[in-house]
């Protein structure tokens, strides 16, 4: 399946861990720190908190960048789902386009809200959004690589709201 022609082609990243990492910062800063995208005429801001041992890069840089490891309870740097960083706030910015799908679900869950899906159906890629009253929060973005995942956005989808 190709990629939709807004999108560039994925990251490249070879090499040293450190020096990818360094080199998406770079992307993320540019792209949410420095030049602040929006969604639905609202700021979109990720999380700004710098964790002890975060190497000074905001909490939201590595969930970005890093997936779950149920082996130590921690986050593991992820080339695949780094890969896509740069997709991020074009698809934020593009949501008019044919081949995303925005949409809004009630969570259900208080602490959680009401959060803005920006979903890349056809290639399997999300952006989750909390909505706030004067801005945007971004919560996560990630490719759907299992079967599950995907069955669940769509229920997701099936149940947004109208």
């Not at 602040?36 to 840089?61: A, C, H, Q």
């Not at 593991?76 to 934020?92: E, G, P, Q, T, Y």
């Not at 952006?127 to 706030?132: A, E, I, S, T």
Request: hydrophobic share 30%; aromatic share 14%; glycine share 4%.
């Amino acid at each position: 399946m190709s990629i939709p022609d807004f999108l560039p082609d994925l990251l490249t990243l070879d090499g040293d861990n450190d020096e990818q990492i360094e080199y998406l910062y770079s992307i993320f800063r540019k792209d949410f720190i420095e030049n602040v995208p929006e969604y639905n005429n609202l700021p979109v801001y990720p999380d700004t908190k710098i964790l002890p041992n975060s190497n000074g890069k905001e909490e939201g840089f590595w969930h970005l960048i890093t997936k779950e490891n149920n082996i130590n309870s921690g986050r593991c740097f992820n080339r695949h789902r780094a890969r896509h960083l740069h997709w991020i706030k074009l698809l934020i910015e593009n949501t008019d386009k044919d081949e995303v799908y925005p949409f809004v679900y009630d969570t259900g869950n208080k602490r959680k809200g009401i959060r803005s899906y920006i979903w890349l159906k056809d290639y399997g890629y999300l952006c989750v959004l909390k909505k706030c009253r004067r801005s945007n929060i971004f919560i996560t973005a990630y490719p759907i690589e299992y079967e599950n995942y995907r069955r669940n956005v769509q229920k997701i989808y099936d149940n947004r709201l109208q």
